[in-house]
């Protein structure tokens, strides 16, 4: 199976901590996506890293590659309440679509 | 921008039953995607479409499941009949086209087969 694995399962921190969750891949990709899911937005589309780059940066996001290793991660700074959600990775290969991993569950706690 | 359209959101149903599933992607969007969501784990698609065309129906369980995008909008995935196993939230998503890094989710239709 091409899916992800993300690690850890759950998470909880209080407000204002960071947060970092990682994904595990098997398969060589051409990118890695990071998405959010909670009850009122849904999921949707954080970040994207290709696979030549190593590092990027999205306002309080920031997302590293280590295609060696074929693995991600992802870290929140400053956390806040509305960052409660689950955090998935999802990755393409070639002109397949997206394989989407387990999902790590976050709980910031005010 | 309207985002990704689904109905119903809740379909409480028992096996054997059929049910069917509607999405409205974003307006202009080619591509177009069904995934399965079983609870606790991430979205598994199911089918994608470009236009009207399917581009990928690998994982698509085709002895009960079906769906079309007749005219390259609108979509539906039916399933007939359902099992216990078919308990799930479906998403619908859509893309620009099969090459953009980005899709965009609808809320998904909660399933539950009695």
């Known amino acids: 199976s091409q899916q992800g694995e993300e690690d850890p399962q759950a998470l909880s921190i209080q407000e204002g901590e960071n947060a970092t969750m990682n994904c595990s891949y098997k398969?060589?990709?051409?990118?890695l996506q990071w998405y959010r899911q909670n009850s009122g937005r849904g999921l949707v589309h954080l970040i994207l890293i290709r696979s030549n780059e190593r590092e990027k940066h999205s306002g309080r996001l920031r997302v590293t590659l280590d295609t060696s290793k074929k693995s991600s991660s992802l870290l929140i700074t400053a956390s806040r309440a509305a960052d409660t959600a689950s955090y998935f990775c999802?990755?393409?290969?070639?002109?397949?679509?997206?394989?989407f991993g387990t999902g790590t569950r976050l709980t910031v706690i005010p | 921008e309207a985002g990704v359209a689904q109905s119903p959101r809740y379909k409480i149903i028992e096996k054997r039953q059929s049910v069917a599933f509607w999405c409205n992607p974003i307006?202009?969007?080619?591509?177009l995607y069904w995934y399965q969501q079983i609870l606790g784990q991430g979205p598994k698609l199911l089918i994608q479409f470009q236009n009207n065309g399917v581009v990928d129906d690998s994982q698509l369980p085709k002895d009960r499941f079906s769906a079309e995008r007749l005219k390259g909008v609108d979509s539906t995935l039916k399933i007939q009949p359902a099992k216990l196993e078919d308990s799930a939230v479906y998403l619908c998503?859509?893309?620009?086209?099969?090459?953009?890094?980005?899709?965009?989710f609808g809320p998904g239709t909660r399933l539950t087969v009695l």
């Open positions: 307006s202009g969007h080619a591509t």
């Open positions: 398969t060589s990709i051409n990118n």
């Open positions: 998503a859509s893309s620009l086209g099969w090459r953009e890094t980005e899709q965009f």
């Open positions: 999802a990755t393409r290969t070639g002109a397949n679509n997206l394989f």
